[in-house]
């Protein structure tokens, strides 16, 4: 294993704004990717511009050896992480009546299975004192038609985050959850209409989408110093919409 000198955080998902607000808070970050490692070395070079540093790591989450292979890799070539987030999900939509086998197959493998995975890794490596970050959903609370699936395996976040911080006793890390509401993301936006983004950015009392900067922010405090105390919680980032 490399020397460590700094502190290194591992993003799963490639997550652009969470990345680079972890940076600017003075993190190495540990980038990964699963098929878009362009889009992954462009956050790592924007990193760079900021007096960064980043590198991008391809793995599957949803494969239980890409991700012993990933936490492996961090490891060699930065040091232990001391933080964890696990942004990696998918998001398809359907009734429950027509969801077909594929899609609850490929949300549970990511968003379940993934976050499983990670936290296995994490929680065998960590050191004292590290933060893991899970990335769950205000859809748990408003239980909207169509999302019923993903709603799902969003709630299992939560749970998984409240039990992992539990089973953490005595080692001082802290285990939390940021559920965001609507965000103006690629994830978000695509499939929706006009119309569609206007109605949703009015269930909150703010009248808005997040940005992808709101959601950072928050990650940046469960992070940091500032949010030591919290531990096991589920932090809805979401305007007030629930």
């Known amino acids: 294993m ?5 502190k290194i955080a591992l993003v799963t998902g490639g997550s652009q704004g969470i990345g680079k607000r972890l940076a600017r808070d003075g993190f190495t970050i540990a980038l990964n990717y699963v098929r878009h490692g362009a889009a992954a ?36 070539q930065l040091g232990t992480p001391e933080v964890v987030v696990n942004n990696a999900g998918i998001l398809s ?56 699936v993903y709603t799902a395996t969003k709630a299992a976040v939560d749970a998984l985050t409240a039990i992992a911080a539990k089973e953490l006793r005595g080692r001082s890390i802290t285990v939390n959850a940021v559920a965001p509401g609507p965000t103006a993301t690629d994830l978000f936006l695509e499939g929706k209409s006009d119309d569609d983004i206007k109605a949703l950015s009015q269930n909150n009392p703010l009248e808005r989408l997040a940005t992808a900067e709101d959601i950072a922010k928050s990650v940046s405090f469960l992070a940091g110093p500032d949010g030591g105390w919290v531990n096991g919680q589920t932090l809805r980032v979401n305007g007030g919409m629930a």
């Open 2 to 6: 490399a020397q460590q000198t700094t």
């Open 93 to 148: 939509l359907s009734s429950l009546a027509d969801v077909r086998d594929d899609d609850i197959n490929a949300l549970l493998d990511v968003n379940v299975k993934g976050v499983i995975y990670c936290l296995r890794e994490a929680m065998k490596r960590l050191q004292q004192g590290a933060r893991i970050i899970n990335l769950s959903s205000t859809v748990v609370a408003v239980n909207m038609p169509h999302y019923g």
């Open 41 to 76: 070395q462009e956050v790592c070079r924007d990193i760079a511009d900021q007096d960064g540093f980043a590198v991008a790591f391809q793995a599957d989450v949803s494969k239980s050896e890409d991700v012993t292979r990933l936490f492996n890799v961090v490891e060699a």
